[in-house]
């Protein structure tokens, strides 16, 4: 696509729900990134993807946390149990391969609210 | 010690101006600096990147930046009420396994009065 692109772009879920959120990359981009970004605040770094795997995931708050990215592509953030703090915008973010000498291109991001 | 700090602001300024944002960082040995600007509802969007000591120019934008002092920071001239956003200053740091990720500071606020 044109763009990176994040699924869905709202969700209002109960406590205690699991939710989902996606991010379709730029095509051709290795790189992904996830942020989380609560009202008023800056960006909270998530997990770091290199095609499909993980090297980096220090950003993950818990273990209700999850992030997978398949065939190089799309990457699923889920969140079990949700609880109120997890309520934020949780950005995607891709680049062509790490940031140093890369543009990193976010999508708009999925606006979460847990109730 | 946070990674990068901002003056969380807000920070308002008469159409005209110059916007001042200032940012600071922690770790000496970053060498990589960026300012995104994010309008309120939307996704961060790059607008100037800056390596090496001293100014860089695009616009009505300048970046400087100070690495004894470990400092950056943005200038916008003639300010448009377009230019009403958040400001965020990043910086490459290193993750786990030796990967980079972008650390981000809390934003700036900016207002532009007409």
């Known amino acids: 696509g044109a763009g990176v692109s994040q699924s869905p772009s709202n969700k209002v879920t109960e406590k205690g729900k699991d939710v989902e959120l996606r991010c379709d990359p730029i095509s051709g981009h290795t790189a992904l990134y996830w942020y989380r970004q609560s009202l008023g605040q800056g960006l909270e770094f998530l997990i770091y993807?290199?095609?499909?795997?993980?090297?980096?995931k220090s950003g993950l708050p818990s273990d209700r946390f999850s992030a997978e990215r398949t065939g190089g592509s799309v990457s699923t953030l889920t969140i079990q149990r949700t609880q109120q703090e997890d309520s934020a915008v949780y950005l995607c973010?891709?680049?062509?391969?790490?940031?140093?000498?890369?543009?990193?291109?976010f999508g708009e991001g999925s606006w979460l609210t847990v109730v | 010690q946070k990674e990068v700090e901002q003056n969380s602001g807000p920070l308002s300024v008469p159409e005209g101006a110059i916007a001042s944002l200032n940012c600071t960082y922690s770790d000496r040995g970053s060498q990589s600096f960026f300012w995104y600007r994010q309008y309120s509802g939307k996704s961060p969007e790059l607008i100037m990147s800056?390596?090496?000591?001293g100014d860089k120019e695009d616009g009505r934008f300048t970046a400087q930046l100070n690495k004894a002092s470990q400092y950056v920071s943005l200038l916008i001239r003639d300010s448009q009420p377009s230019d009403s956003a958040t400001y965020l200053c990043a910086v490459i740091g290193l993750g786990q396994g030796g990967s980079e990720k972008l650390v981000f500071g809390k934003g700036t606020k900016l207002t532009v009065n007409p």
């Open positions: 800056i390596y090496s000591n």
């Open positions: 973010a891709s680049s062509r391969s790490g940031i140093s000498g890369n543009t990193i291109y």
């Open positions: 993807f290199q095609g499909n795997s993980a090297p980096d």
